[in-house]
């Protein structure tokens, strides 16, 4: 059945939400999109997409280019278990290679993100969590104090699916640290999910990437370099003609409160597998008929309005360079 949408999230309203990610070219056009669509309270990295270091500079980058004021806190080097795990194959070992990206001007506001996200989870009203890497910062906010739990209205996150791209059944940011993937989905916490088979509707296509070189200005120059560059990976990385430009994941996790009449969604039960020897790092969606299956835990989103979803797109870029 069709979920309800997001009561903060109804259409024409701002919902408020802090923002962790590993940017990454898709982080990149989300922190764009979430910028202008949302109340952006703050932004928080993890290593993913490249090591911390990469990312956090690349989360400086992103603030200067579209000049706004929200604090940039950084956060886990590392997965709760084990080694981290990059994805240079994809984004290049900066995490943003393809365009001249500006050194940052302005300064890291702290790093201790998961005291951060704490402080926000207790002292804002109907904070939304927007993790869009690994989820090493929320489920470490989550074990530290338990409290937020019942705080926050709820967690819209970009992960997983019923198929992957790390593995054949897991997907990168799940993949990445599933140990903290399944503190997320036992938390009881409500959650949004935008995995890849929602966000591998939404592409930069050739079309889309010169819709955005054509807004003119260092910011869609540059988003239009690192798209070409990772779009370029993605053609590299698959059979020919299985995705028209590389997907354009992150943004998805943000519209998905901002612009929710973009989606059609289902409540499922979803876990994380953490053990398999060929499923570590699966999401487990349970899409029985069954009368026993367990309740829903998560709204799982299965379609969008690609060319609705690029027009929101184009109008925050178009807004952050005039």
């Not at 932004?43 to 000049?67: C, E, F, K, Q, Y």
């Not at 690994?134 to 209205?153: G, H």
């Not at 995995?195 to 540059?222: E, K, N």
């Amino acid at each position: 059945m069709l979920s309800i949408m997001p009561e903060t999230a109804t259409t024409g309203n701002r919902p408020t939400i802090l923002l962790d990610c590993d940017p990454g070219h898709d982080d990149a056009i989300a922190i764009v999109v979430a910028a202008r669509n949302t109340e952006l309270v703050g932004i928080t990295t993890v290593a993913g997409n490249a090591p911390l270091g990469s990312t956090t500079h690349n989360a400086l980058v992103m603030r200067d280019l579209i000049g706004v004021d929200v604090p940039i806190h950084s956060g886990a080097a590392r997965p709760l278990v084990g080694e981290p795990k990059f994805a240079g194959h994809v984004h290049g070992e900066s995490g943003l290679d393809g365009a001249d990206l500006p050194a940052p001007s302005t300064p890291l506001d702290g790093t201790d993100a998961v005291s951060f996200i704490i402080d926000m989870c207790r002292t804002t009203e109907d904070l939304w969590l927007v993790p869009i890497g690994p989820l090493t910062n929320i489920a470490l906010a989550l074990r530290t104090a338990p409290d937020i739990a019942d705080r926050i209205a709820g967690i819209s996150l970009m992960g997983g699916g019923t198929f992957g791209n790390r593995s054949s059944t897991a997907e990168f940011n799940i993949w990445a640290d599933p140990e903290a993937a399944h503190v997320v989905f036992s938390s009881g916490v409500r959650i949004v999910m935008a995995g890849l088979d929602v966000t591998h509707q939404f592409t930069a296509t050739p079309d889309r990437i010169a819709a955005i070189r054509s807004t003119g200005g260092q910011l869609g120059v540059t988003l239009a370099d690192l798209l070409t560059f990772f779009s370029a990976k993605y053609g590299e990385r698959h059979d020919d003609g299985a995705l028209i430009g590389g997907a354009i994941h992150d943004p998805l996790a943000v519209m998905a409160l901002s612009h929710p009449h973009l989606f059609e969604r289902v409540e499922r039960h979803v876990v994380v597998e953490t053990r398999g020897e060929y499923t570590r790092g699966m999401t487990v969606i349970d899409q029985r008929k069954v009368i026993e299956r367990q309740s829903p835990n998560c709204d799982v989103l299965t379609s969008v309005d690609a060319a609705a979803a690029f027009d929101v797109t184009l109008e925050a870029i178009i807004h952050f360079t005039g």
